[in-house]
């Protein structure tokens, strides 16, 4: 019992297919996005009061709603961006969500993907939310700024698009850094510097990239986490960039399925969650090593990749667990949805200890 243990809190069956839940920072409140039988989307925003999780709004939208963030508003206004399945982006004030306080024709296709910086007191400079869309592009927008993205990263003129399934931020530790991370479904990985408007590393995990996430978005790069449908994911170790190899990396065949989803424990970077197809979370903590790069035979620094210990799992479900949200506020709780309908708050204990 020394180790973590992953107790359901709480279940709630929903009438619609959930596609991502969302805590609201500080607050007891999340919120879940989707789509209902009749082809529209829906925003609910629930409490938790007394053990039980309280439905407190709801909103139907025209348009399936795909995913959302609240990583560029301020800790005072709460502000969700959300992209949907008609590739629009929309920002809402949940206080009277029924008219978006932004919004912008993003893509062609459905938004995959979205994420926020800047916001929320997390990363330095300007606020800005990206987009990953099935048309293949990743587009860079400031809510400040209407209707015109801010940087478009695009397949050249003949080349093939492949369908963008995940984006995140990272390297926003000063005003002028700042980096996209994109995955595709033909597992191409590509680090764009958003400071340079360049391409800066590229790699092929073999296999269609579910999700990336940068442990910290805040700091100069440290670690990205990159999941794919196999049941593979892989930890690169960004600190140290080798100019043929790229960044040092460790792989682990975690789950029998698709790893849907990675999510950095927000109080502590080296421990991180996946969501697997199979219903099943796994608890992992990122080891290490004793020198984080040494030197080639050309006398170059290379990388030196750590080690992921598994610290628990535990299983949901028999449907993929397609969203998941650590808490900002409180270590160790948690809120998840997947296709069997439901989102469940859970609470993981014992993570000050490992």
């Not at 709480?10 to 989707?34: E, R």
């Not at 629930?46 to 709004?57: N, P, R, S, T, V």
């Not at 990583?71 to 949940?94: P, Y």
């Not at 995955?183 to 073999?206: A, C, Q, V």
């Amino acid at each position: 019992m020394t180790f973590p243990q992953v107790i359901a809190h709480i279940q709630k069956s929903l009438n619609y297919t959930v596609f991502d839940s969302k805590w609201i920072p500080c607050s007891a409140k999340f919120i879940c996005l989707g789509n209902y039988p009749r082809g529209t989307g829906v925003i609910q925003i629930y409490e938790l009061q007394h053990g039980e999780a309280q439905l407190i709004k709801e909103v139907e939208k025209p348009k399936p709603l795909k995913c959302g963030t609240f990583g560029a508003t301020s800790l005072q206004q709460r502000h969700l961006a959300t992209g949907d399945f008609d590739g629009n982006l929309n920002i809402w004030n949940l206080e009277s969500p029924e008219v978006p306080v932004y919004t912008a024709k993003a893509h062609k296709e459905i938004v995959n993907s979205i994420d926020g910086v800047g916001g929320l007191g997390i990363g330095d400079g300007a606020p800005e939310i990206v987009t990953g869309s099935r048309d293949g592009t990743v587009k860079v927008w400031d809510p400040r700024q209407k209707d015109l993205p801010v940087a478009n990263m695009e397949p050249v003129e003949g080349e093939t698009k492949r369908d963008c399934w995940t984006v995140a931020f990272g390297h926003a530790f000063n005003d002028e850094d700042r980096c996209v991370c994109a995955g595709y479904d033909n597992g191409d990985i590509k680090l764009f510097d958003l400071r340079n408007m360049s391409l800066r590393w590229e790699t092929n995990i073999k296999n269609g990239v579910c999700c990336v996430e940068f442990d910290r978005k805040d700091i100069d790069m440290n670690k990205l986490v990159a999941t794919s449908l196999e049941g593979k994911f892989h930890v690169f170790d960004m600190r140290t960039q080798h100019p043929v190899k790229g960044f040092a990396s460790v792989s682990e065949k975690a789950h029998k399925s698709t790893i849907w989803q990675v999510r950095h424990l927000p109080q502590n970077r080296d421990i991180f969650m996946t969501a697997g197809g199979a219903g099943n979370l796994h608890l992992w903590k990122y080891e290490y090593p004793a020198k984080r790069s040494k030197q080639d035979s050309d006398g170059m620094d290379v990388g030196v990749a750590g080690s992921v210990s598994l610290l628990q799992n535990a299983t949901l479900s028999s449907q993929p667990i397609s969203s998941l949200d650590w808490s900002p506020d409180k270590q160790g709780l948690c809120v998840c949805s997947g296709f069997d309908q439901s989102v469940r708050v859970l609470i993981v204990t014992k993570l000050n200890l490992v």
